[in-house]
T-cell receptor, first 116, second 108 residues
């Protein structure tokens, strides 16, 4: 079966522009996570969805970052007025969240964002 | 101080050597992941464990909840094991907190 997919794989944009990054989770996975990995660092949590709602968005760095998951499957991470410091690999992961339990997360290949 | 610390940050080994990567954490967790990341590649989950020990092929992961410590062992290492190994702890609410990774290079 298909794993987690992310598009685009690479995105180059200019400072100040708006970008959207897409994540398609594994079919049937109710939990979806966004992480950001800067060069040479481990990933950092951004936001977590359970179904359509953002259960925890405490990792979003500021109000330029926003994410949606309107139908409980595909999610889009949106970044407004991009800055050079936003350059990183944006990772998406999904898991089957059963009641009271946290299950293994499966990661997508990431989107490498470069802000010039 | 990071909530998840890994050691060493870099490791070079000869093919066949036994390798250990350590992870210490300072927060309460639901479980701990060991992940593998190849250059330019995605992240693959190797193990998720909340107690004791798990084994998969040449890989062994252990965790001591009381000491807040986990180790990843690779037996009979091979050049194809060269990658970044990342420890990540699962916090209440489902989010992962990651260590900075250990870059492993296994020479033939």
């Amino acid at each position: 079966g298909a794993g987690v997919s992310q598009t685009p794989s690479n995105k180059v944009t200019e400072k100040g522009k708006y970008v959207e990054l897409r994540c398609d989770p594994i079919s049937g996975h109710t939990a979806l996570y966004w992480y950001r990995q800067s060069l040479g660092q481990g990933p950092e949590f951004l936001i977590y969805f359970q179904g359509t709602g953002a259960a925890d968005d405490s990792g979003l760095p500021n109000d330029r970052f926003f994410a949606v998951r309107p139908e409980g499957s595909v999610s889009t991470l949106k970044i407004q007025r991009t800055e050079r410091g936003d350059s990183a690999v944006y990772l998406c992961a999904s898991s089957q969240r059963t009641s009271g339990a946290y299950n293994e997360q499966f990661f997508g290949p990431g989107t490498r964002l470069t802000v010039l | 101080k990071n909530e998840v610390e890994q050691s060493p940050q870099n490791l070079t080994a000869q093919e066949g050597e036994f390798i250990t990567i350590n992870c210490s954490y300072s927060v309460g967790i639901s479980a701990l992941h060991w992940l593998q990341q190849h250059p330019g590649g995605g992240i693959v989950s190797l193990f998720m464990l909340s107690s004791g020990k798990k084994k998969h092929g040449r890989l062994i992961a252990t965790i001591n909840i009381q000491e807040k410590h986990s180790s990843l062992h690779i037996t009979a290492s091979h050049p194809r094991d060269s990658a970044v190994y990342i420890c990540a702890v699962l916090r209440e609410g489902g989010k992962l907190i990651f260590g900075q990774g250990t870059e492993l290079s296994v020479k033939p």
